[in-house]
T-cell receptor, first 111, second 116 residues
Framework: EDQVTQSPEALRLQEGESSSLNCSYTVSGLRGLFWYRQDPGKGPEFLFT???AGEEKEKERLKATLTKKESFLHITAPKPEDSATYLC????????????FGAGTRLAVHP | GAVVSQHPSWVICKSGTSVKIECRSLDFQATTMFWYRQFPKQSLMLMAT?????????EQGVEKDKFLINHASLTLSTLTVTSAHPEDSSFYIC????????????FGPGTRLTVT
C-alpha cells in the first residue's frame, strides 16, 4: 500500500533557526512529489514539485530536495510568517491524477 | 495564475437539509477537479475526482448518493451534501488541475460546513 509519512508532527523554531522537515514515502512508482503550505482555515498553497532523485528546487527561504525514498524541505533562517502546516503529497503510477497526502508538519516560528 | 475559488467560505445548515458548494477555476480551464474533506489537525482526505462532462469517481467509503458532484464545465464543479447530518460537519476543499499545469493541483480556500 502506498504510504507517505511526515516528520516531525510539530516543530517549534526560533526566528533564524534553520531546520528541515522530512517526507518519506513507500509507493509503487513515484510520478511526482509535491510540497504545499497550509495556513489555518485555508486551502493548501502549492510550493514545489519534484520528479526525480537528486532534483532540488528553491523559493525564498525554502529548498526542497528529493531522494529515492524521501524528500526534505529545508527552511533557512525562518521568520514568524513561515509558521504554517507543510504538507507533502505524492502522485503514483497507479494513482493516475490522485495525490496521496502525508499528515503534515505544523511549524511554529517564534520571534 | 492558477487561482481557484470556492463559495461559500462557510455555511451553517440544519440537519436534513442539502448544501451546495461551488468550486471555480478563475484563470485556467480545469480538466480535472478534486474534492477533499479535512478534519481538525488532520490531513486531506480525497473524496472524489471529476473530469469535465463525465461522472465523478468516488473514493472507497464515500457515499456517492450523499455527496453529489457535478463538473458541468471546464471552470466549475459543485459538491452537494444531501440530507446533511452533524457528522458531515467538516472543512471541504476543492482543487483543480489543468493540462498545462502538469500534475500540480491548485486548491481553493475551502468551505467550512457546520450542520446543527
Amino acid at each position: 500500500e502506498d504510504q507517505v509519512t511526515q516528520s516531525p508532527e510539530a516543530l517549534r523554531l526560533q526566528e533564524g533557526e534553520s531546520s528541515s522537515l522530512n517526507c518519506s514515502y513507500t509507493v509503487s512508482g513515484l510520478r511526482g512529489l509535491f510540497w504545499y503550505r497550509q495556513d489555518p482555515g485555508k486551502g493548501p498553497e502549492f510550493l514545489f514539485t519534484l520528479y526525480s532523485a537528486g532534483e532540488e528546487k528553491e523559493k525564498e527561504r525554502l529548498k526542497a530536495t528529493l531522494t529515492k525514498k524521501e524528500s526534505f524541505l529545508h527552511i533557512t533562517a525562518p521568520k514568524p510568517e513561515d509558521s504554517a502546516t507543510y504538507l507533502c503529497a505524492v502522485r503514483t503510477s497507479g494513482g493516475y491524477n490522485k495525490l496521496i497526502f502525508g499528515a503534515g508538519t505544523r511549524l511554529a516560528v517564534h520571534p | 495564475g492558477a487561482v481557484v475559488s470556492q463559495h461559500p467560505s462557510w455555511v451553517i445548515c440544519k440537519s436534513g437539509t442539502s448544501v451546495k458548494i461551488e468550486c471555480r477555476s478563475l484563470d485556467f480551464q480545469a480538466t480535472t477537479m478534486f474534492w477533499y474533506r479535512q478534519f481538525p489537525k488532520q490531513s486531506l482526505m480525497l473524496m472524489a475526482t471529476s473530469n469535465e462532462g463525465s461522472k465523478a469517481t468516488y473514493e472507497q467509503g464515500v457515499e456517492k448518493d450523499k455527496f453529489l458532484i457535478n463538473h458541468a464545465s471546464l471552470t466549475l464543479s459543485t459538491l452537494t451534501v444531501t440530507s446533511a447530518h452533524p457528522e458531515d460537519s467538516s472543512f471541504y476543499i476543492c482543487s483543480a488541475r489543468g493540462d498545462y499545469l502538469s500534475y500540480e493541483q491548485y486548491f481553493g480556500p475551502g468551505t467550512r460546513l457546520t450542520v446543527t
